[in-house]
Every structure is written in C-alpha cells, then in structure tokens.
C-alpha cells in the first residue's frame, strides 16, 4: 500500500495537492475543479475521505 502511495505521489512527495493525478482524482470523486483545490482542501479531503482512501489504495496495490 505505501509502494502505491510513493509512486503515485511521485515528484509532489512534499506537497502532494500540487500532484496533477491525486488533483485529477479529487476533481472525479469530490466535484471540486483541479485548478483551485488548495492544500487546506486536499487535507480536508483526505481527512474526511480516509477509509475511502486507504481501501483505493489497498486494491491499487492488489492490482499491480
């Protein structure tokens, strides 16, 4: 699970709101537009949608 984590934060290791995927990811499952999710947004988000992320990331890890 955390290998999935790593590679998919690639390059935005330190500030992943900034990471084109994990915005792209937000914009299809939350609505919010790409362009303007903030750091405070993309916390907020992975917060409230922890378990929701933590089982995408666990059958992304199954799937590779």
Known sequence: ???????LT???RLR???SPY???RIETYWGLHA???SAGQ???FSWSHR???IRYLRWAARMT
């Open 1 to 7: 699970m955390l290998r999935i984590l790593w590679r």
């Open 10 to 12: 690639r390059g935005y």
């Open 16 to 18: 992943p709101w900034a």
């Open 22 to 24: 994990l915005r792209w």
């Open 35 to 37: 362009d303007q999710i």
């Open 42 to 44: 993309f916390l907020r």
């Open 51 to 53: 378990a929701h992320l």
